[in-house]
């Protein structure tokens, strides 16, 4: 239950977190890393039934002196098995029997706190699987830190591009700890930012996904594809519907554009469609999916809804039924559009200026930014020049959706993966109509 990182092979993070998984999995590739004491997640269950053995901590002291002898500070690192679920990490404590046993022990309290289980019932997440791991860790100040890949672009980090992300701090060694990063992110298959002490030698000290855009992240993701890093299914694990629900690298030609109305960020995530009213004739063989238009959203709007792949209010805010519903479904939605006046009877929409917008009228939402683009026709043109991949990786993308959910594929995956890419699916149909 307690054992140096350094002598083990990689483990999974059911057993040392996701930390401790990673640190692992590095050391075991001949990535150097710090030296570190893993305490698996068994203990946590252990403490929680009030079966945890009577001599544990004194082993765990005895292990920390020996792997980090003369170190007189450390810092207790709670490794949760999944990054949604929180749990108390980074706690400075002396390298004592009283101060260890304090430290871990809050950690191990942490997962019953309503902020812990609030994060695992939204994700409906047991107990058990809950459970985090602890790694104990010197007290190392001034650490530096690297992403393996552009925040923005999706391109790898190199000497040319570190210094554009402010979450890059580096004080030496530049080519050596990039080069650390980009072979981590190789190994663990994400793109990832480590800390590391830059001392004689770079040694990583903690790894974390890399903070990136949505669409940084999907052409990252989607490059690891290409280069035989990951598999089909472990990109599509990779990639989560918030990050298409965050995906904003589109807008309306400016050549067809009729005009542009802003409201209330209710619900993120970018789609284009046709402009469609309550009770909306189900076309199936429409051009473009339907976006929803109503003055205010009632209860029994929500097949409506359920068959939007955006809504637009005139009225509410971000705590009305229609930006709770959407935020919900993970569907778009603009709310409080007060430059609108939308005319249910008549079908049609009529902007400030007194322009009617009519039924079936190609539209852009922008829930992410509040923005209703209506154009003449469904031409799109990139928002920013980093988009100028996006058709590409959506094509990928969806390439391997069609592979996977083919029936002889698709059956021989798990519940968890069949229903995320079911999730996966359902998100893009709103942005089926991309380039």
């Not at 075991?28 to 945890?52: D, E, M, W, Y």
């Not at 929409?349 to 992410?368: A, F, N, R």
């Not at 698709?410 to 709103?430: C, E, P, V, W, Y």
Request: aromatic share 6%.
């Amino acid at each position: 239950m307690i054992l140096p990182l350094r002598t083990t092979s990689r483990l999974d993070a059911r057993v040392a977190g996701r930390l401790g998984s990673d640190l692992s999995t590095l050391h075991s590739a001949g990535i150097s890393v710090v030296p570190s004491v893993l305490v698996k997640t068994g203990a946590c269950r252990a403490f929680q039934s009030n079966s945890l053995d009577p001599g544990f901590f004194c082993e765990l002291l005895q292990t920390t002196r020996n792997v980090l002898p003369a170190t007189e500070s450390v810092f207790v690192r709670g490794s949760s098995p999944l990054n949604s679920v929180w749990c108390e990490d980074k706690i400075r404590a002396k390298a004592t029997l009283v101060d260890i046993k304090n430290a871990v022990e809050q950690v191990f309290r942490s997962v019953s706190t309503p902020r812990s289980r609030a994060s695992r019932v939204i994700q409906e997440i047991s107990d058990e699987d809950a459970s985090p791991a602890i790694l104990i860790q010197p007290f190392i100040a001034g650490l530096s830190s690297v992403l393996s890949r552009h925040a923005v672009s999706g391109t790898p980090t190199s000497e040319a591009n570190w210094s554009d992300n402010i979450n890059n701090r580096l004080a030496d060694y530049h080519s050596l700890c990039i080069a650390v990063a980009c072979r981590s992110e190789s190994f663990l298959g994400r793109p990832v930012i480590l800390w590391l002490t830059t001392f004689r030698e770079p040694l990583v000290v903690s790894v974390g996904d890399a903070m990136m855009t949505g669409c940084g992240r999907l052409i990252a993701l989607c490059d690891l594809h290409e280069r035989g890093v990951i598999a089909d299914v472990e990109l599509l694990r990779a990639i989560q519907p918030d990050i298409l629900s965050r995906f904003d690298g589109y807008r309306i030609d400016p050549s067809v554009c009729l005009a542009t109305a802003w409201g209330l960020p209710a619900s993120a995530g970018q789609s284009l469609g046709r402009v469609v009213f309550r009770e909306f004739l189900r076309e199936d063989g429409a051009d473009l999916p339907p976006v929803l238009f109503v003055t205010e959203v009632v209860p029994d709007d929500i097949r409506d809804i359920e068959e939007s792949v955006a809504v637009v209010t005139s009225r509410g805010g971000i705590t009305s039924h229609a930006a709770v519903a959407c935020r919900g479904m993970a569907t778009p939605c603009v709310a409080a559009c007060e430059q609108l006046a939308i005319n249910t009877a008549e079908r049609v929409v009529y902007l400030g200026s007194g322009l009617p917008i009519q039924e079936h009228t190609p539209v852009l939402v922008d829930g992410s930014v509040g923005r209703v683009e209506f154009g003449s026709s469904a031409d799109l043109v990139p928002r920013y020049a980093v988009s100028d991949k996006v058709g590409e990786v959506f094509g990928r993308l969806k390439d391997v959706l069609r592979d996977v959910s083919s029936p002889t594929r698709f059956r021989t995956l798990s519940m968890d993966d069949q229903m995320h890419i079911a999730r996966l699916k359902n998100r893009l149909k709103g942005l089926n109509s991309l380039p």
